[in-house]
């Protein structure tokens, strides 16, 4: 069974702190995203990487970095956590050849910075 | 920019219901489309999908059909069940080698026994 684990799936965090939200897929894949999903916003994409030591920007990387040093791991980093980063955020992977097929997601983190 | 449109919820209904999600977009070129749904507490999987006009997708008795014309992609249920009862995303994706999907807002979607 595929599988996309995540490794928080509520965490609480202070305004300024660095935080740490890490993503493991399975099945070899060598995409991986990162999106944070808010009430009538849908799923918004912060960064995304095409394979390891590679990463590309989405739509809202603004205070956000991102880490993937090894091929079934990938890292969101909130350099100094702000309350408008209290959100879920969601990772998801997809093979490198599945063209428009199906992107598999984790579990989410729900993250509230206080 | 590509986008798309997906009707507000919440929407409650019934069991046995008919279930429309109406779903449109706007894309400069000639998108994918797919519906994905979640569960409470799960993170996002695919329901159903469709790369073509004119073609239909179809899962779990949910279906869809791409309407170039209409730039549509409603979500149909002829009968729903109480595990129905999850947030539905309409999203797109351009080009086969494009790596991002564009969503909707998202509709939440109840069934009452």
């Known amino acids: 069974d595929v599988k996309v684990t995540q490794s928080s799936r509520y965490l609480v965090k202070r305004t300024g702190e660095k935080v740490f939200l890490e993503c493991v897929q399975d099945?070899?894949?060598?995409?991986m995203f990162w999106y944070r999903q808010d009430p009538g916003l849908g799923l918004r994409l912060i960064y995304f990487s095409y394979d390891v030591k590679m990463k590309e920007k989405g739509d809202i990387p603004e205070g956000y970095s991102v880490s993937r040093e090894k091929k079934e791991r990938f890292s969101l980093i909130l350099e100094s956590a702000s309350t408008n980063q209290t959100s879920m955020y969601l990772c998801a992977s997809r093979h490198r050849l599945a063209g428009m097929d199906e992107q598999f997601f984790g579990p989410g983190t729900r993250l509230t910075v206080l | 920019g590509d986008s798309v449109t997906q009707m507000e919820g919440p929407v409650t209904l019934s069991e046995e219901a008919f279930l429309t999600i109406n779903c449109t977009y706007t894309?400069?070129?000639?998108?994918?489309l797919f519906w994905y749904v979640q569960y409470p507490g799960e993170g996002l999987q695919l329901l159903l999908k469709?790369?073509?006009?004119?073609d239909k997708g179809s899962n779990k008795g949910f279906e869809a059909t791409y309407r170039k014309e209409t730039t549509s992609f409603h979500l149909e249920k002829g009968s729903v069940q109480v595990s129905d009862s999850a947030v539905y995303f309409c999203a797109l994706t351009l080009d086969f080698n494009d790596y991002k999907l564009s969503f909707g807002a998202g509709t939440t979607v109840t069934v009452r026994a």
């Open positions: 894309a400069t070129g000639y998108p994918s």
């Open positions: 099945m070899d894949h060598e995409n």
């Open positions: 469709a790369t073509k006009a004119d």
